[in-house]
């Protein structure tokens, strides 16, 4: 076994997805254990710890040739501290994880938040291999996004670079978590698709509609989801094109569980982003789906730690 191999931390709202992973990026050994953030934080990092030690040991492992963790959350961070300032979805506020994780891995830890891990993951082994500079987009509850340029994510001066979910395309548009109205997360998310569905009369097939429900009732020409799905594609071109008029990338990698959609969701979208994108930002540019699905938060937490 190679010396050199990087514990991939994934933390969800659910379950915390565990990695070993060489440099080249073959996996040697993953699992998942429950989140559960309500036993706090120290004890997270402990048995977090506890569980990535025995599955090193299951698979033979050597602890002595893990030469650091990666971990990926959704919250804002200090990066450079390992410092959680705030994550809404585990109830934690303040928290010096990195040091926590430390402390419990004996393991040098680097972080980031969710959105940049799965961008660096597409861009390591995914749709966006190779990609000088890629803009990376999540639809989901909202939608996030991730640049990585050169191979390295960037963060802009308070870790906050690639928050295209709220560029405001919508000047008279719904109001945002964020405080402002019209935020490309108002329109065109896999929660606000549903949600527009629902207004416009649609329902469910067996319970809550769902928008891979939406997109196949499109698929079938229902005029209803036709016209919804076209309104969400139409915003997100739009707020895309902003991100990739600024960025200048070579690759847009569409990921989240919309993008099961497929060519439903591609085609169009390359096409109105053709509409929407200066020429010849848009000529140098390629949109596909990502293709890590939920492996990607946590191969590129393993990545960090090879920077």
């Not at 585990?90 to 994880?97: E, T």
């Not at 640049?147 to 979910?165: F, K, L, P, Q, W």
């Not at 527009?196 to 649609?202: I, N, P, R, S, V």
């Not at 139409?234 to 990739?244: K, N, Q």
């Given at each position: 076994?190679?010396?050199r191999v990087a514990?991939?931390?994934?933390?969800?709202?659910?379950?915390?997805?565990?990695?070993?992973?060489?440099?080249?990026?073959?996996?040697?050994?993953?699992?998942?254990?429950?989140?559960?953030p309500?036993r706090?934080?120290?004890?997270?990092?402990?048995e977090?710890?506890?569980?990535a030690?025995?599955?090193?040991?299951?698979?033979r492992?050597s602890?002595?040739?893990?030469?650091?963790?990666?971990?990926g959350?959704?919250?804002?961070?200090?990066?450079?501290?390992?410092?959680?300032?705030?994550?809404?979805?585990?109830?934690?506020y303040d928290?010096?994880?990195?040091?926590?994780?430390?402390?419990?891995?004996?393991?040098?830890?680097?972080?980031?938040?969710?959105?940049n891990v799965?961008?660096?993951?597409?861009?390591?082994?995914?749709?966006?291999?190779?990609?000088?500079?890629?803009?990376?987009?999540?639809?989901?509850?909202?939608?996030?996004g991730?640049?990585?340029?050169?191979?390295?994510?960037?963060?802009?001066?308070?870790?906050?670079?690639?928050e295209?979910?709220?560029?405001?395309?919508?000047?008279?548009?719904?109001?945002?978590?964020c405080?402002?109205?019209?935020?490309?997360?108002t329109?065109?998310?896999?929660?606000?698709?549903?949600?527009?569905?629902?207004?416009?009369g649609l329902?469910?097939?067996?319970?809550?509609l769902?928008?891979?429900e939406v997109?196949?009732?499109?698929?079938?020409?229902n005029?209803v989801?036709?016209?919804?799905?076209?309104d969400?594609?139409r915003?997100?071109?739009?707020?895309?094109?902003?991100?990739a008029?600024?960025?200048?990338p070579?690759?847009?990698?569409?990921?989240g569980?919309?993008?099961?959609?497929?060519?439903?969701?591609?085609?169009?979208?390359?096409?109105?982003?053709?509409?929407?994108?200066?020429l010849?930002?848009?000529?140098a540019?390629?949109?596909?789906?990502?293709?890590?699905?939920?492996?990607?938060?946590?191969l590129?937490?393993?990545?960090?730690?090879?920077?």
């Amino acid at each position: 076994m190679t010396e050199r191999v990087a514990l991939g931390i994934d933390v969800g709202g659910t379950n915390v997805k565990v990695a070993f992973v060489e440099q080249d990026g073959t996996v040697l050994a993953q699992g998942s254990v429950p989140t559960d953030p309500e036993r706090g934080p120290e004890r997270f990092a402990t048995e977090v710890a506890e569980y990535a030690k025995a599955l090193a040991a299951d698979h033979r492992l050597s602890w002595e040739n893990v030469f650091g963790a990666g971990v990926g959350l959704a919250g804002f961070m200090d990066v450079e501290k390992g410092w959680i300032e705030e994550s809404v979805n585990l109830h934690w506020y303040d928290v010096p994880m990195g040091e926590l994780l430390e402390k419990a891995l004996g393991k040098p830890v680097r972080m980031d938040n969710d959105a940049n891990v799965a961008a660096l993951g597409e861009v390591w082994l995914g749709a966006g291999r190779s990609a000088r500079t890629a803009l990376c987009v999540t639809l989901g509850t909202g939608v996030g996004g991730g640049i990585v340029i050169d191979g390295r994510i960037h963060r802009g001066v308070s870790t906050m670079a690639g928050e295209i979910g709220h560029i405001q395309v919508k000047n008279d548009g719904e109001l945002c978590n964020c405080g402002h109205r019209g935020c490309l997360e108002t329109l065109s998310s896999a929660t606000a698709l549903v949600r527009h569905a629902k207004e416009a009369g649609l329902d469910g097939q067996s319970g809550d509609l769902t928008a891979k429900e939406v997109f196949d009732l499109a698929d079938a020409g229902n005029e209803v989801a036709k016209s919804v799905v076209a309104d969400m594609i139409r915003w997100l071109a739009l707020g895309i094109s902003v991100g990739a008029n600024l960025l200048n990338p070579d690759v847009i990698v569409i990921a989240g569980g919309v993008v099961n959609a497929g060519d439903s969701l591609i085609e169009p979208l390359r096409a109105a982003f053709q509409e929407e994108a200066l020429l010849r930002v848009a000529r140098a540019c390629t949109i596909v789906p990502a293709t890590l699905g939920s492996q990607a938060g946590v191969l590129g937490a393993a990545r960090l730690v090879f920077q």
